[in-house]
């Protein structure tokens, strides 16, 4: 089974802090996904990435930016971090000729 | 605007009873329409899927109906169980694109 790591389940950071969120995939998937999920808002897409070096903006990218180094690698950057950023962030993948997405287990974000 | 419209936003169901969740779309280029379960504390993890060439898919207790016409889909969980309590979410994708997903539904099973 495709495995999506999220390397923090819980972070609390403070106003302003830059915040990286780090998301690794094991299965050479080609395209990476960063969400944010909030309730009556469900999951809104704020980057993704369809290869190395490579990102689109999503529905919400104001105040984030993402890195992609390594194909299973995909970093969300919050650039400087405000109490509108608490959420849920959610990584996902999926391989080509895959329709379906394969989601870590989330980071919950508290910013304070 | 919210491409894919999902309801009720939360649901109670007796245990033996069948759960219906409601989704809508705009966008007749959808071409992958998706349910995804998710328990607390984990990520979404895909349930079932349909392509819009068919009008309805059965996977065990779980059935995807779907109409083009209308453009809209629905899940039907039957015999519903108490380990079916999670919030679901509905979506719908065009091929290689990003998947637009509804608000979710929150499904409770009362034993």
């Known amino acids: 089974d495709v495995k999506v790591t999220q390397s923090s389940r819980y972070l609390v950071k403070r106003t302003g802090e830059k915040v990286f969120l780090e998301c690794v995939q094991d299965m050479d998937h080609e395209n990476m996904f960063w969400y944010r999920q909030d309730p009556g808002l469900g999951l809104r897409l704020i980057y993704f990435?369809?290869?190395?070096?490579?990102?689109e903006k999503g529905d919400i990218p104001e105040g984030y930016s993402v890195s992609r180094e390594k194909k299973e690698r995909f970093s969300l950057i919050l650039e400087s971090a405000s109490t509108n950023q608490t959420s849920m962030y959610l990584c996902?993948?999926?391989?080509?000729?895959?329709?379906?997405?394969?989601f870590g287990s989330g980071t919950r974000l508290t910013v304070v | 605007q919210q491409q894919v419209k999902q309801s009720p936003q939360s649901l109670i169901v007796q245990k033996g009873g069948i759960s219906i969740i409601n989704c809508a779309y705009e966008n007749t280029a959808f071409d992958y329409f998706p349910w995804y379960q998710q328990f607390p504390g984990k990520g979404p993890a895909l349930l079932i899927a349909i392509r819009p060439d068919v009008s309805e898919k059965k996977e065990g207790r779980f059935t995807i109906s779907f109409n083009k016409s209308a453009k809209q889909f629905s899940l039907h969980i039957m015999d519903s169980q108490p380990g079916d309590s999670a919030t679901y979410f509905c979506?719908?994708?065009?091929?290689?694109?990003?998947?637009?997903f509804g608000t979710g539904t929150s499904l409770t099973v009362i034993p």
């Open positions: 979506a719908a994708s065009m091929w290689g694109n990003q998947f637009y």
């Open positions: 990435s369809y290869d190395v070096k490579m990102k």
């Open positions: 996902a993948s999926r391989g080509q000729g895959v329709y379906g997405y394969t």
